[in-house]
């Protein structure tokens, strides 16, 4: 296949090839970078990072302490800032070994700085850059092992396979989703060289370097032995010293495991028969293949859809193209990367169900792991784009199309920069300082929020010190908050009075009352005058607003946890607004715009506010 003959970006150095896809990629994630907490995950990350405690399961030891490393390198801006810029560093850094990569594949620099920076600018992958998460440093060390095993190809230098294996042990400290990888790596190793791959010497280094990459999560048990340390989760692991609680905890035994293949009571010879063995894993298997087969016909076609769409659906024009030309450039390059997009399509979709009418929580949760995927398709379209680099040789349609690939990434830049620029959203701050604002002295709140206010809450005060004075007591259990929950709270801390952040479920038979941003249970005529403090100074309100409460960072197009925050807001807005029926109509239509699932009960909560109280609550 012959090359593009024309301008290209000519360098002498690795270093600068590098920078080339780094910086542009990396300047753009800085200017839309969350400023400090945001939603989700975001407050527990950071916190977890800057006083080095440990995160939900599976713990994240390496994005961890990385993250403690980004708030000592940063010598400037708040804490959450700079955790957040740690997935903005990895992202540009996945984007220029993207580069690296289709620049040994295509041979032309403009071809794969283009695609390059389409995929740093697509939207999915973009979010995840501008948030404190472990997406980014997870796709860094995807495309670090792609481009190690390239290397390992062309050079012949096993130093190259070594390395692999350690990127692998490094991948699933962060993120055990790597584990999709291992099986298309390992068939590239046995038809790359097989006799090497096998060889007992080849076997042991990579098994050390596995090993090593897979040490940090020691960090675990020794942290727990250090000292007191916090889980804003709530999860009791019992110290991770033994052994059956530490792999329940790293492999997410409390969500129901990442892969469980068998039960506690029934996983040894000695309480088991061969048989009964053999039939509970065959029991696994089929009820894993049952699920890969279910969720690939529900799921497939959306999954391809969203992936594809990251891409403007360039792929539907570049995809074969780049499929059957890679196959002409290096066929065992090109099984690893086809059994790449299998493993993250096909076989990701029996652990992820996907299906078009998933709520939309659920989607937000399961864009990420489309980010391998994304980054693969990225690989097939550089070749594609290539293919048709050839075809225009002559100078006029030549310069037309470079002058196409050089404005490609713009595209994409445009399209998606309003939905991903979070350089002015406080929304999850300013929310949790409000609650936290609204409470008496020496108050007892019980955050029942989840991830969307109680990590926000949570990093406020580990890290703000933001109400040293409330007791805090985060709510993390499956079952309801419900008026037992409550009463028992109460009865352990002899308390008359206490503080809810969120709505529980039966709220309509709980004697709730609305006190400022919060909502008061007990004895609530000893609820004190209002004691709100004002939150920081220049925050901007909502039109129609009616005191002092706002959220900076409201724009009309959010992701699905800031929208439902917005949504929850303005219920909280008209909760504490006085009787006037057009403000009242203005927060609960608003309210109705943002989380329309709870329609009902906005109708419901408008006629309690304005006296038409015959409904019994409270």
């Given at each position: 296949m012959r090359q593009l003959k024309g301008p290209t970006i000519k360098t002498n150095h690795a270093a600068l090839d590098f920078f080339l896809a780094f910086f542009p990629s990396y300047l753009v994630y800085l200017l839309t970078v969350y400023p400090t907490v945001g939603t989700e995950d975001s407050g527990e990350l950071i916190t977890s990072a800057a006083t080095l405690d440990i995160a939900h399961p599976s713990g994240y030891p390496l994005h961890t302490l990385l993250g403690h490393l980004f708030t000592w390198l940063i010598p400037f801006g708040n804490i959450g800032w700079r955790v957040n810029i740690m997935s903005a560093f990895f992202g540009a850094l996945t984007v220029s070994l993207l580069y690296l990569i289709l620049k040994k594949l295509v041979k032309n620099d403009l071809v794969a700085l283009a695609i390059s920076l389409f995929f740093a600018f697509s939207d999915i992958f973009w979010s995840q850059s501008i948030r404190a998460e472990v997406y980014t440093l997870n796709a860094a060390i995807l495309a670090a092992i792609a481009y190690l095993l390239l290397l390992w190809d062309t050079t012949k230098n096993n130093k190259y396979l070594y390395l692999t294996a350690l990127a692998f042990g490094l991948g699933v400290s962060d993120h055990h989703s790597i584990l999709l990888a291992a099986p298309p790596a390992f068939v590239f190793a046995l038809i790359r060289n097989w006799k090497i791959t096998v060889k007992p010497k080849t076997i042991g280094i990579c098994a050390l370097l596995l090993a090593l990459g897979l040490s940090f999560y020691a960090y675990l048990p020794i942290r727990t032995a250090m000292g007191p340390y916090d889980n804003p989760a709530y999860i009791k692991h019992d110290g991770l010293y033994t052994w059956a609680s530490f792999t329940k905890f790293v492999n997410r035994g409390i969500y129901g495991g990442t892969i469980s293949v068998a039960t506690e009571q029934g996983s040894s010879q000695e309480t088991q028969g061969t048989a009964e063995i053999l039939e509970e894993i065959g029991a696994t298997f089929s009820r894993y293949a049952n699920s890969m087969v279910t969720n690939n016909l529900s799921g497939f076609v959306p999954m391809m859809k969203n992936t594809f769409s990251q891409f403007l659906y360039f792929p539907l024009l570049l995809f074969v193209p780049g499929i059957y030309f890679l196959f002409t450039k290096n066929r065992r390059y090109a099984v690893f990367i086809f059994l790449l997009l299998f493993f993250y399509t096909s076989v990701q979709l029996t652990f992820i169900g996907i299906n078009r009418d998933m709520h939309p929580y659920t989607i937000f949760n399961t864009r990420p792991f489309y980010i391998p995927a994304i980054f693969v398709i990225a690989v097939i379209c550089g070749i594609?784009?290539?293919f048709f680099a050839n075809l225009f040789r002559s100078g006029r349609t030549r310069k037309t199309f470079i002058g196409l690939l050089v404005l490609l990434p713009l595209a994409p830049l445009a399209f998606n920069f309003q939905s991903n620029n979070e350089s002015r959203n406080y929304i999850a701050r300013d929310f949790s300082l409000n609650i936290l604002n609204s409470l008496p002295q020496n108050a007892y709140l019980l955050s029942t929020g989840k991830d969307n206010v109680t990590f926000p809450l949570y990093y406020l005060r580990k890290i703000e010190g933001v109400r040293p004075d409330v007791d805090l007591e985060i709510y993390y259990n499956r079952k309801c908050a419900d008026s037992g929950i409550l009463r028992e709270k109460m009865h352990e801390r002899n308390l008359d009075l206490m503080f809810i952040d969120l709505l529980p479920c039966g709220y309509n038979s709980l004697d709730l009352v609305p006190y400022n941003f919060i909502y008061?249970?007990?004895?609530?005529?000893k609820l004190p005058q209002e004691n709100v403090n004002s939150v920081d100074?220049?925050?901007?309100?909502?039109?129609?607003a009616v005191g002092k409460y706002s959220l900076r960072g409201i724009r009309k197009k959010l992701d699905y946890p800031n929208s439902r925050l917005k949504g929850l807001?303005?219920?909280?807005?008209?909760?504490?607004?006085?009787?006037?029926?057009?403000?009242?109509?203005?927060?609960?239509n608003k309210v109705k715009e943002e989380i329309p699932e709870?329609?009902?009960?906005a109708n419901f909560m408008r006629d309690y506010r304005i006296g038409r109280d015959d409904t019994g609550m409270f």
């Amino acid at each position: 296949m012959r090359q593009l003959k024309g301008p290209t970006i000519k360098t002498n150095h690795a270093a600068l090839d590098f920078f080339l896809a780094f910086f542009p990629s990396y300047l753009v994630y800085l200017l839309t970078v969350y400023p400090t907490v945001g939603t989700e995950d975001s407050g527990e990350l950071i916190t977890s990072a800057a006083t080095l405690d440990i995160a939900h399961p599976s713990g994240y030891p390496l994005h961890t302490l990385l993250g403690h490393l980004f708030t000592w390198l940063i010598p400037f801006g708040n804490i959450g800032w700079r955790v957040n810029i740690m997935s903005a560093f990895f992202g540009a850094l996945t984007v220029s070994l993207l580069y690296l990569i289709l620049k040994k594949l295509v041979k032309n620099d403009l071809v794969a700085l283009a695609i390059s920076l389409f995929f740093a600018f697509s939207d999915i992958f973009w979010s995840q850059s501008i948030r404190a998460e472990v997406y980014t440093l997870n796709a860094a060390i995807l495309a670090a092992i792609a481009y190690l095993l390239l290397l390992w190809d062309t050079t012949k230098n096993n130093k190259y396979l070594y390395l692999t294996a350690l990127a692998f042990g490094l991948g699933v400290s962060d993120h055990h989703s790597i584990l999709l990888a291992a099986p298309p790596a390992f068939v590239f190793a046995l038809i790359r060289n097989w006799k090497i791959t096998v060889k007992p010497k080849t076997i042991g280094i990579c098994a050390l370097l596995l090993a090593l990459g897979l040490s940090f999560y020691a960090y675990l048990p020794i942290r727990t032995a250090m000292g007191p340390y916090d889980n804003p989760a709530y999860i009791k692991h019992d110290g991770l010293y033994t052994w059956a609680s530490f792999t329940k905890f790293v492999n997410r035994g409390i969500y129901g495991g990442t892969i469980s293949v068998a039960t506690e009571q029934g996983s040894s010879q000695e309480t088991q028969g061969t048989a009964e063995i053999l039939e509970e894993i065959g029991a696994t298997f089929s009820r894993y293949a049952n699920s890969m087969v279910t969720n690939n016909l529900s799921g497939f076609v959306p999954m391809m859809k969203n992936t594809f769409s990251q891409f403007l659906y360039f792929p539907l024009l570049l995809f074969v193209p780049g499929i059957y030309f890679l196959f002409t450039k290096n066929r065992r390059y090109a099984v690893f990367i086809f059994l790449l997009l299998f493993f993250y399509t096909s076989v990701q979709l029996t652990f992820i169900g996907i299906n078009r009418d998933m709520h939309p929580y659920t989607i937000f949760n399961t864009r990420p792991f489309y980010i391998p995927a994304i980054f693969v398709i990225a690989v097939i379209c550089g070749i594609g784009m290539d293919f048709f680099a050839n075809l225009f040789r002559s100078g006029r349609t030549r310069k037309t199309f470079i002058g196409l690939l050089v404005l490609l990434p713009l595209a994409p830049l445009a399209f998606n920069f309003q939905s991903n620029n979070e350089s002015r959203n406080y929304i999850a701050r300013d929310f949790s300082l409000n609650i936290l604002n609204s409470l008496p002295q020496n108050a007892y709140l019980l955050s029942t929020g989840k991830d969307n206010v109680t990590f926000p809450l949570y990093y406020l005060r580990k890290i703000e010190g933001v109400r040293p004075d409330v007791d805090l007591e985060i709510y993390y259990n499956r079952k309801c908050a419900d008026s037992g929950i409550l009463r028992e709270k109460m009865h352990e801390r002899n308390l008359d009075l206490m503080f809810i952040d969120l709505l529980p479920c039966g709220y309509n038979s709980l004697d709730l009352v609305p006190y400022n941003f919060i909502y008061a249970y007990g004895d609530t005529s000893k609820l004190p005058q209002e004691n709100v403090n004002s939150v920081d100074s220049g925050a901007t309100g909502v039109t129609g607003a009616v005191g002092k409460y706002s959220l900076r960072g409201i724009r009309k197009k959010l992701d699905y946890p800031n929208s439902r925050l917005k949504g929850l807001y303005y219920l909280k807005m008209a909760l504490s607004a006085t009787a006037d029926d057009k403000i009242l109509d203005y927060y609960f239509n608003k309210v109705k715009e943002e989380i329309p699932e709870n329609v009902q009960f906005a109708n419901f909560m408008r006629d309690y506010r304005i006296g038409r109280d015959d409904t019994g609550m409270f």
